[in-house]
């Protein structure tokens, strides 16, 4: 008697009136009693009332597999394919890509390739012309720029500045940048770090860049000398298959420019910095024939005559 009660007076509540009722001024609530939770003790003095579902009664929703053979192997007939049915083509029997379209994908995605060249007509140095800029660590890092110039580094010295609270420790660095087909330049450049130092005259050399006249056997068209500050250079042709004697910063501008049979002395100061600009010097003061023979106004056999 008092679990029924209890879950009939569970089931009632008062409801209040709709927004839209006439009567505003009633104040209803609703009140909802949870109902009770029975002990096990009820169970056990009520088992008439909570009889548990029996496999073989009928309001329950069980499905007994009772004849089949869990070891039996059961075979799957797939169903017949319509008349008007049409297989794909498999991927590998389609048409095979050109190099140039997958480049042209590939670029699509991940933009252009590494090695610089772009098949879609999209700007390699979009951030930069000379230097390209990336991030890593926190720290800008540059890559060298692919213009066709190969960079030797000549010299890298520490330089100290001194100032009132002591000394300012910085780099200074030596390059000489060339394509080896007859451009060439020295550069220097200072820094806190070696390889901003650098970074900083490989661009400076590429900014001094001048053209070394040479003939077809990959020399000198004339003797020549140059000086800057106390170094002095003397650059001398050579035969074929000489090969480039000189040392020091005057054989890597000379190898840097293309230059394979020459002969070439540093009779000054063995600074490098010096005697590279002194070769630099000693280059541009050489003309090719062609140029003299122009000059003057008469063709180029009656040169040596």
Do not use: C
Request: zero cysteines.
């Amino acid at each position: 008697m008092a679990a029924s009660s209890l879950s009939t007076f569970s089931s009632l509540s008062l409801r209040s009136p709709s927004r839209f009722s006439p009567f505003q001024s009633q104040t209803h609530h609703t009140f909802f009693i949870p109902k009770p939770i029975l002990s096990p003790l009820y169970l056990l003095l009520n088992p008439t009332k909570f009889d548990p579902i029996k496999p073989n009664s009928t309001t329950a929703e069980t499905t007994f597999f009772d004849n089949t053979d869990p070891e039996e192997i059961s075979t799957y007939d797939p169903p017949e394919r319509p008349e008007d049915f049409i297989e794909p083509a498999s991927f590998d029997d389609g048409p095979m890509e050109s190099e140039e379209e997958i480049a042209k994908a590939y670029e699509e995605l991940y933009g252009a390739a590494y090695s610089g060249e772009t098949f879609l007509g999209n700007d390699i140095y979009a951030m930069d012309s000379k230097v390209k800029k990336t991030t890593s660590f926190g720290k800008t890092k540059k890559e060298k720029a692919k213009d066709g110039f190969d960079e030797r580094v000549v010299q890298v010295r520490r330089v100290t500045k001194v100032v009132k609270g002591g000394k300012q420790l910085h780099f200074r660095a030596v390059v000489v940048v060339g394509d080896k087909k007859g451009q060439v330049g020295v550069g220097v450049g200072k820094a806190k770090e070696v390889i901003a130092a650098v970074q900083k005259s490989a661009v400076n050399a590429r900014r001094n860049l001048i053209t070394v006249p040479m003939t077809k056997y990959l020399t000198f068209p004339h003797r020549s000398e140059g000086d800057f500050g106390a170094a002095r250079v003397m650059l001398r042709p050579a035969a074929p298959g000489t090969g480039v004697i000189a040392g020091g910063a005057v054989r890597i501008v000379l190898e840097m420019a293309g230059v394979e049979n020459a002969l070439g002395k540093q009779l000054g100061s063995n600074n490098a910095l010096n005697n590279a600009r002194a070769t630099v010097v000693a280059v541009q003061q050489m003309r090719q024939f062609s140029e003299v023979a122009q000059e003057r106004g008469i063709p180029m056999e009656e040169l040596w005559k």
